[in-house]
């Protein structure tokens, strides 16, 4: 008889559990892509970016939670694309991230009109196959001269470097927080007593 070796991937494509459930409260954050808040932008443009490689894209779901799953291509750089909102009020970002292998990637807020100086800020996202991976980054961890009035997308990229070329990457609950509810303290306008 002849021996047959099988290889098997270290790690699942794709996840077999749902994304860790936020617990922030609904009036802090301001969300990107969670089902566990409302969409903050006016209109969405697209998850499915690739700007230097065409991407894979599919929208998965485990129960009633959905997630955005990729397949990583070549060096390439994925993310999306949304109607400019403000985050100016935010103080930080989180984002949950599942790789089918250990690696790291990149991971840079864009905003419009800023030059590629600022927007070429990036975060480095050391992940750790099989698993979700989550991560919260101070606004201030960026670049500090972004107009954060004019947020309209996200870029993951640097996986080549990273040893994810040919692997998979699920991501879920982008969204931004604050620490603390927003106090309103603008004086009422247009108020008559009858």
């Known amino acids: 008889p002849m021996a047959v070796g099988v290889t098997t991937d270290a790690y699942a494509v794709v996840p077999s559990v749902a994304a860790p459930a ?24 697209s ?3 690739g700007w230097w490689d065409n991407p894979n894209m599919t929208q998965e779901a485990i129960g009633e939670d959905h997630y955005l799953h990729y ?21 930080k970002i ?21 030059p590629e100086a600022i927007n070429g800020t990036k975060q480095t996202l050391n992940l750790v196959g099989g ?3 989550s991560f919260d980054f101070d606004l ?11 947020l309209f997308q996200y870029a993951i990229e640097g996986y080549q470097a990273g040893g994810l070329v040919g692997e998979h990457i699920s991501v879920d ?3 931004f927080y604050r620490t603390s509810a927003l106090v309103d303290d603008e004086a009422p306008a247009n108020v008559s007593a009858e």
Request: glycine residues 4%; hydrophobic residues 45%; contains cysteine.
């Open 131 to 133: 698993e979700w991976n």
């Open 140 to 150: 201030a961890d960026f670049n500090a001269a972004h107009n954060w009035t004019r």
């Open 71 to 91: 397949n990583l291509y070549r060096n390439g750089m994925i993310g999306a694309q949304w109607a400019e909102v403000s985050v100016a009020t935010m103080e």
């Open 47 to 49: 998850y499915n970016e």
């Open 173 to 175: 609950n982008i969204y």
């Open 22 to 45: 936020p617990t922030w409260p609904a009036d802090q954050v301001k969300s990107i892509y969670s089902d566990a808040y409302a969409f903050a932008p006016a209109s969405l443009n």
């Open 94 to 114: 989180h984002i949950d991230v599942f790789a089918s292998a250990n690696g790291s990637v990149t991971f840079r807020l864009i905003c419009a009109g800023d």
